[in-house]
């Protein structure tokens, strides 16, 4: 069992930074992905970035390429998502997940363990 928490939302200014932390509590195998999704009021949950715990290897999707960085510090087994130039699309409650097996999937059933969620809110 894999519990996540995240931290570090908030109310910013566009064109701001924000950094997002998931710490999670349990076993994390090297071959696992971590993931960040975003859900908008109305629209469907978004596939944001992920990483694989063991190598490294991140992905994103187009709209955050540039702006965004995942990275992971496995002795803190915390994952973070460092958010620039933020724009107002990018307001969502935004998720951290684990997928408890290998293979890159970018969809969000793909992932078994969720934390609660933590709101960005970006002005303009």
């Known amino acids: 069992q894999v519990r996540l928490v995240e931290s570090g939302g908030g109310l910013v200014q566009a064109g701001g930074s924000l950094r997002l932390s998931c710490a999670a509590s349990?076993?994390?195998?090297?071959?696992?992905?971590m993931a960040w999704f975003r859900q908008a009021p109305g629209k469907e949950r978004e596939f944001v970035a992920l990483?694989?715990?063991?190598?490294?290897?991140?992905d994103y999707v187009d709209s955050v390429k540039g702006r965004f960085t995942i990275s992971r510090d496995n002795a803190k087994n915390t994952v973070y998502l460092q958010m620039k130039s933020l724009r107002s699309e990018d307001t969502a409650v935004y998720y951290c997940?684990?997928?408890?097996?290998?293979?890159?999937?970018?969809?969000?059933?793909?992932?078994?363990?969720w934390g609660q969620g933590t709101q960005v809110t970006v002005s303009s």
């Open positions: 997940a684990v997928r408890p097996r290998p293979g890159i999937d970018f969809n969000a059933y793909a992932y078994d363990y």
């Open positions: 349990g076993r994390i195998d090297s071959s696992w992905l």
């Open positions: 990483i694989t715990w063991g190598g490294g290897s991140a």
